[in-house]
Nanobody
C-alpha cells in the first residue's frame, strides 16, 4: 500500500517562503518519479513541479519558475517543494503524487497515488 503524506503548509504573507515535505512509503521511492500539484477553490488540479527518480530531470510550470524548487532525498523517502517569493495566486491545496515510472510527468493523469494535501494560503 503506497502512502504519501504532505506537511509544511500554512499561512504566509506575500513575499514569504514555505517548504513542503512529502513522506512516502509502500513503494521503492528511489525508483519512481514524483510530482507536486495544486488545486485552488473552483479550479482544476494543476501541475506545479515534477522530478524524475534521480533528480536529474525536473520540470516546473511557468508561473513558479525561479521561485519554487523541487527536490528529493531518496535516503529519507521524502520529496520537497521549497516555495519562495510567494504570491496570493499561489494559494491552494498542494498535493504530492507518485507515478509508476522513473520518468517525470506533468499531467495529473500520469500519477497513480496521491497524498491528502496541505493548505497553503498567501495573504496580500
Amino acid at each position: 500500500q503506497v502512502q504519501l503524506g504532505e506537511s509544511g503548509g500554512g499561512l504566509v504573507q506575500a513575499g514569504g517562503s514555505l517548504r513542503l515535505s512529502c513522506a512516502a512509503s509502500g513503494r521503492t521511492f528511489s525508483t519512481y518519479a514524483m510530482g507536486w500539484f495544486r488545486q485552488a477553490p473552483g479550479k482544476e488540479r494543476e501541475f506545479v513541479a515534477a522530478i524524475n527518480w534521480s533528480g536529474a530531470t525536473i520540470y516546473y510550470t511557468d508561473s513558479v519558475k525561479g521561485r519554487f524548487t523541487i527536490s528529493r532525498d531518496n535516503a529519507k523517502n521524502t520529496l520537497y517543494l521549497q516555495m519562495n517569493s510567494l504570491k496570493p495566486e499561489d494559494t491552494a491545496v498542494y498535493y504530492c503524487a507518485t507515478r509508476p515510472t522513473a520518468v517525470a510527468g506533468t499531467s495529473p493523469h500520469q500519477y497513480d497515488y496521491w497524498g491528502q494535501g496541505t493548505q497553503v494560503t498567501v495573504s496580500s
